[in-house]
């Protein structure tokens, strides 16, 4: 049977924002992290493609009835968490300190680590999404349902590019301000929401309101931020 060009691209659209907005959110908090081009374009290649496959993967595992998501689903919690706990180490220790404009290799390869365990931690629903998609897609031609796949995925590129470069006009407006705190502050509490997002959801199977996770995320930095300050004050004067 033929399938109608809006009917398509209306529910290609909808799955693309519903899966979509917590990159949107990550990429617009994490902007000023995201200025070398490798770094943008990892993040962008990278949440664009996992947002094509892991619909396909989870439709597929849905089609051929293989229960694999539950034995895999603990450990990618793990990761998630263990690579957004080292990029908030790595960002929270740098802070208030000027940092040179040309990052190091070494620099550029953590980057790199952290921004692979951000793409695993907001693309990871998208495997979800994929039993939900063999119930949306019932009566549409093969071709189609594959071909939404890669709509959703190039919607997401599109998604993500607009939240980039909304961020990068954002971090140069409130930049060296009192309002600079505040987006520092906001980007690593979402940042931190979704490393605790992946722990209890996927390896502890907890089912908690976002605002609750949000709440702990916003404390959790908070107090890393305050100890470190006052780590830095200790340190500084000992040295005088």
Same mark, same amino acid.
Request: glycine fraction near 8%; include cysteine.
């Given at each position: 049977m033929s399938l109608p060009l809006f009917d398509f691209?209306?529910?290609?659209?909808?799955?693309?924002v519903g899966i979509g907005t917590d990159v949107?959110?990550? =990429? @617009?908090?994490?902007?000023?992290? +995201?200025? #070398?081009?490798r770094v943008a374009?990892?993040?962008?290649? #990278?949440?664009?493609?996992?947002?094509?496959?892991?619909?396909?993967?989870?439709? +597929?595992?849905?089609?051929?009835?293989i229960q694999l998501h539950p034995?895999?689903?603990? =450990?990618?919690?793990?990761?998630?968490?263990? $690579?957004?706990?080292?990029? $908030?180490?790595?960002?929270?220790?740098?802070?208030?300190?000027?940092?040179?404009?040309?990052l190091s290799a070494s620099n550029n390869h953590q980057q790199l680590m952290v921004t692979m365990g951000l793409?695993?931690?907001?693309?990871?629903?998208?495997?979800?999404?994929?039993?939900?998609?063999?119930?949306?897609v019932i009566g549409w031609p093969e071709v189609w349902v594959w071909a939404s796949f890669v709509v959703v995925g190039c @919607?997401?590129?599109?998604?993500?590019?607009?939240? +980039?470069? +909304?961020?990068?006009?954002?971090? #140069?407006?409130?930049?060296?301000?009192?309002?600079?705190?505040?987006?520092?502050?906001?980007?690593?509490t979402v940042i931190a929401y979704f490393g605790m997002l992946a722990l209890t959801t996927y390896t502890l199977g907890l089912d908690l309101p976002w605002w609750l996770l949000m709440q702990v995320s916003l404390s959790l930095v908070v107090m890393t931020m305050i100890g470190l300050s006052h780590y830095r004050k200790r340190q500084q004067l000992g040295v005088h």
């Open positions: 691209f209306l529910a290609s659209g909808l799955m693309a949107a959110l990550a =990429t @617009l908090s994490r902007a000023s992290r +995201l200025t #070398g081009f374009l990892f993040w962008i290649f #990278g949440v664009s493609l996992t947002h094509t496959l892991f619909p396909m993967a989870g439709y +597929l595992l849905t089609f051929f009835s034995a895999i689903t603990p =450990t990618v919690g793990v990761i998630a968490f263990a $690579l957004i706990a080292l990029y $908030l180490k790595e960002e929270l220790g740098e802070y208030g300190i000027e940092a040179s404009k040309e793409i695993l931690a907001v693309s990871w629903d998208a495997l979800w999404s994929g039993p939900a998609k063999s119930a949306q @919607l997401i590129s599109v998604l993500a590019l607009c939240a +980039l470069r +909304l961020g990068y006009r954002v971090s #140069g407006a409130w930049q060296n301000s009192v309002l600079g705190f505040v987006a520092v502050l906001l980007q690593h």
